[in-house]
RNA sequence: GGGUCGGUAGCUCAAUCGGUAGAGCAGUGGCCUUUUAAGCCAUUGGUUCCGGGUUCGAGUCCCGGCCGGCCUACCA
């Protein structure tokens, strides 16, 4: 054995364990207290303190001859740990000196505060639990190769640190949502993902088949039409974090998979619902994060305190293009102004779809703060209600922030004659699918409502300063090797 | 999908004009009973992503493929 191959190194460590009667794959390790926990047992002044029993995987390792001090890693973080010959005994000193980085161990001891001041446990015995075969990545750098960190991930968690922490503030964020929607008296719901029909956005679905049925279905692309039937059927206050899954390409802000909320309120409104999507991102925030200003990369702060800008679309478009009279304009001459503004537009693409590009290429990365974009134009969304006092566009607003579109929400269409109407007049390239089951549902009723979706990944971009949608997936999608 | 950049030891990275593939960590063998990327001595380890081509000679140049990053397109 010339330790070249560090696998086979690690087996035949192995081998030996098992001859002599040990097993490496130990059932399990009493613990009585996890890392932080552990640590905060010893008091400021106390220089020694209770016996406690950790386990973890070794990520540092320095062996001195007849002591060693290593580090474990658990859930809560590390621990150092303080093993010496004298006090484990010859024999398990000689065993524990063939540990490897990787290995889990548990340690059972006395904690007491090092000469440099951290809290360490002094070991009276150790146990290695689960042998590791292969060795961790480097524990300087970490890993950094991209594919070997979507396709390992479990690498990545174990030696970098903040990629383990974003994923922990991830979890929390999903847990403070639930919590501010319980607060409001929503209860959670879980609607289908297999769908005959994909309605409720316009999206390329993933088709698959039943062969009990023999039938195919479709992956589910929102959660919205089963959700409203929840109203119709008098859970009038609902809502779902789901996940959703839409066959269109992959970026740094798009993954075919994605986390949704969706929260339908009876007897609210998109403005109520601005009220709710306001408070619900400031609360998760502020205690996910503890603060409701994140820097961005760039150095700008996003402040989500307070009320939150609105701004009317067509507003919003008049400013950019610089034309009072856009909206009368025929196409054409808009086509022609788009290219000035140095975008491309595909001429094919319908009047409003033109205007729609203008807000999507050149004002929505300009919205950092939060800003609700209201007055939309009602082409763009058939399942909202007709504003009042114009009817060209509808009551909702598109909550942007960080550049990227947060969280529609809308004065939900409950006229089932109005609904069926604006599904069939919709043009354009992408348009929502008519689905029949729906509309007989809302033929029984669907009391008034408010609706918002949010979707999470891109509210965990923002509030984690991650670079990338694929740093806040587990295990984003990957081409299958 | 298009453009562009990349893939070298388990990991992080070098390798000048095309001229013997190296380092740190990890590993292995020693020394070391309060270390903090521990330290010291010695040392193993390579299908340079894969397949062709050019050349006396290819990690390096050319062609094709695989995988990925970034930009872009569709979208949230």
């Given at each position: 054995m010339d330790g070249s191959d560090q696998v086979a190194v690690r087996q035949a460590k192995l081998d030996v364990l098992r001859e002599s009667g040990k097993d490496p794959f130990q059932a399990n390790w009493e613990q009585t207290h996890a890392s932080k926990q552990a640590v905060g047992m010893l008091g400021e002044e106390e220089e020694l303190g209770p016996e406690v029993s950790v386990a973890g995987r070794i990520v540092a390792f320095r062996l001195m001859g007849k002591a060693a001090f290593l580090k474990l890693l658990d859930r809560e973080g590390k621990i150092q740990a303080y093993v010496r010959r004298d006090e484990i005994g010859d024999d398990d000193y000689a065993t524990f000196k063939k540990l490897d980085l990787g290995d889990f161990i548990g340690v059972r001891g006395p904690l007491f505060r090092t000469k440099t001041g951290e809290v360490t446990i002094r070991a009276k015995e150790y146990r290695l639990v689960t042998k590791a075969l292969r060795p961790l990545p480097e524990k300087w750098h970490g890993l950094s190769d991209n594919d070997q960190i979507y396709r390992q991930r479990y690498l990545d968690l174990v030696v970098n640190d903040e990629s383990r922490q974003r994923f922990q503030t991830r979890s929390r964020i999903i847990r403070e949502i639930r919590e501010f929607m319980w607060s409001r008296d929503f209860i959670e719901v879980e609607t289908p993902m297999l769908q005959s029909v994909s309605g409720g956005a316009a999206a390329r679905p993933f088709r698959t088949h039943f062969n009990a049925l023999d039938c195919d279905f479709n992956m589910r692309i929102a959660l919205e039409l089963h959700l409203k039937r929840m109203l119709v059927g008098g859970f009038d206050r609902v809502f779902e974090v789901g996940r959703v899954f839409r066959n269109e390409g992959l970026s740094r802000r798009h993954n075919p998979e994605f986390t949704m909320l969706e929260a339908y309120q009876a007897y609210s409104d998109y403005r109520g619902m601005m009220e709710l999507t306001r408070s619900l991102i400031q609360q998760v925030s502020q205690r996910a994060l503890g603060a409701l200003q994140m820097e961005r990369p760039d150095g700008e702060v996003i402040d989500l305190s307070g009320e939150w800008r609105e701004a009317k679309y067509k507003d919003l478009i008049i400013d950019a293009v610089g034309q009072d009279d856009w909206f009368e304009l025929p196409k054409s001459e808009k086509l022609q102004k788009t290219k000035k503004l140095g975008i491309e537009v595909d001429p094919e693409l319908e009047d409003f779809e033109v205007t729609n590009d203008v807000f999507e290429k050149i004002i929505e990365h300009t919205l950092i703060q939060p800003t609700f974009v209201t007055h939309i134009p009602k082409e763009l969304c058939p399942l909202a209600k007709i504003t009042q006092s114009d009817?060209?566009?509808?009551?909702v607003f598109e909550l942007c922030i960080n550049g990227q579109e947060i969280a529609p929400a809308y004065s939900e269409q409950n006229d089932p004659g109005l609904q069926r109407e604006a599904f069939l007049k919709q043009v354009g390239e992408e348009t929502h699918e008519l689905d029949d089951d729906f509309l007989l549902a809302l033929e029984h009723g669907m009391p008034p409502a408010g609706g918002m979706g949010m979707g999470i990944d891109r509210l965990v971009i923002f509030l984690t300063k991650a670079a990338n949608i694929r740093d806040t997936i587990l295990f984003p999608t990957l081409r299958p090797l």
């Open positions: 009817p060209s566009t509808i009551d």
